[in-house]
C-alpha cells in the first residue's frame, strides 16, 4: 500500500516563496513522482514531476518559478516555489506512480490528501 503524506502549504503573498514536501512510503521509490493541482471550480492540472531517472516535466505556468526535486535516500519528493502568484492558489497533491514520456505525463493511480496553497495579493 503507497502512502503519500503532503506537508508545507500554507498562506504566503504574491511574489513569495514556498517548499511542499511529500513523503512516500509502501515503495520501492523508484516511480515517477508529480505534483498536481487543482484550484476551485477548476480541474486537477499537472504541476511538475520527475521520473525515477531525474528527468523532469513541468507546466508552462510554473517553468522558471518551480522546482522539483527527490531525496531517494529521504522517500521524499519536494516542490519549491518562487515568485508565487494568486494564480497558483490551489490544492497541491502529491501523486506517485505515474508515466513521464516525452515531456508528458499520465498520473499513477496514488494520491496524497492534498496539501492547501494560498497566495494573496
Known amino acids: 500500500q503507497v502512502q503519500l503524506v503532503e506537508s508545507g502549504g500554507g498562506l504566503v503573498q504574491a511574489g513569495g516563496s514556498l517548499r511542499l514536501s511529500c513523503a512516500a512510503s509502501g515503495t520501492s521509490f523508484s516511480i515517477t513522482l508529480g505534483w498536481f493541482r487543482q484550484a476551485p471550480g477548476k480541474q486537477r492540472e499537472l504541476v511538475a514531476a520527475i521520473a525515477r531517472g531525474s528527468a523532469t516535466a513541468y507546466a508552462d505556468s510554473v517553468k522558471g518559478r518551480f522546482t522539483i526535486s527527490r531525496d531517494n535516500a529521504k522517500n521524499t519528493v519536494y516542490l519549491q516555489m518562487n515568485s508565487l502568484k494568486p494564480e497558483d492558489t490551489a490544492v497541491y497533491y502529491c501523486?506517485?506512480?505515474?508515466?513521464?514520456?516525452?515531456?508528458?505525463?499520465?498520473?499513477?493511480?496514488?494520491w496524497g490528501q492534498g496539501t492547501q496553497v494560498t497566495v494573496s495579493s
Open positions: 501523486n506517485a506512480a505515474g508515466v513521464l514520456s516525452g515531456g508528458v505525463i499520465t498520473p499513477g493511480p496514488y
